[in-house]
């Protein structure tokens, strides 16, 4: 899946002479935690986050009257702020290339720019969510068998055909070597709800002939009710 199909591209952006209240304000008003910050060529010059609203704000403990405090607040821009050493991607790459960049940047959020370094679009940690629930289907399959399978073809077919068989329509089917053992490879197989007994006796043949790492049902019913309920 590619950038460009899952990134915003109506994109709230913030000028370099643009004072920090008003970026906090819109922040706030907008409920984001970054804005890029754009050129009068709408070029991406930079990025802002919440962090380093935090971090440029005036201590509570500081000595200064609410009259100096509010020079000193209106009178800093994005552009004294603002990190210029940027780390973006293309609409044409990968969303699995974007989580990357994310990821060893220690970021939650990308600009998207093209060939000419203008601003095209946003991609964040929740677009990232969305593409991890779109590829394995989970709002249509409640159902995760998770299998050690042996490397050699035709194994996912079979694990897929016995789903089948019990009347499990198959939802998506997801695999790995990198956390398997030398010589297999596991399988992440969602399928549609089963009735408990046929589940079972799914189950149970699974464990025959196949290594089985778990079996996992999604309560998605409990998606809107799922909260910790502290006693006091």
């Given amino acids: 899946m590619l950038v460009k199909g899952w990134m915003t591209g109506d994109v709230i952006t913030v000028g370099e002479d643009t004072a920090l209240m008003k970026a906090s304000i819109i922040m706030k008003e907008k409920r984001v935690r970054s804005l890029p910050v754009v050129d009068k060529m709408g070029k991406l ?3 802002v986050t919440d962090r380093d609203l935090r971090d440029a704000s005036p201590s509570k403990a500081t000595s200064l009257d609410v009259h100096e405090l509010n020079y000193l607040i209106s009178s800093i821009k994005v552009k004294d ?3 210029k050493n940027l780390v973006f991607v293309r609409p044409d790459e990968t969303v699995e290339f974007a989580a990357i960049l994310m990821l060893e940047n220690k970021i939650s959020s990308l600009p998207v720019i093209n060939e000419k370094a203008s601003l095209i679009g946003i991609i964040t940690q929740t ?3 969305k593409v991890l629930i779109n590829i394995t289907g989970i709002y249509t399959g409640g159902i995760q068998f998770a299998l050690s399978l042996v490397d050699r073809p035709g194994s996912i077919n079979e694990a897929a055909e016995m789903v089948r068989s019990y009347g499990g329509r198959i939802v998506s089917i ?3 070597r990198e956390t398997a053992e030398e010589g297999r ?3 992440y197989i969602r399928s549609s709800d089963l009735p408990k007994d046929k589940l079972r006796g799914l189950v149970k043949e699974l464990e025959e002939k196949f290594v089985v790492l778990y079996t996992s049902k999604d309560l998605l019913e ?3 009710s799922r909260r910790t309920r502290i006693p006091y």
Avoid: A, H, K
């Fill in 81 to 83: 702020l603002m990190t």
């Fill in 174 to 176: 997801l695999s790995t």
């Fill in 127 to 129: 677009d990232i969510f």
């Fill in 222 to 224: 409990e998606v809107e």
């Fill in 45 to 47: 010059v930079g990025i």
């Fill in 185 to 187: 490879y596991n399988v």
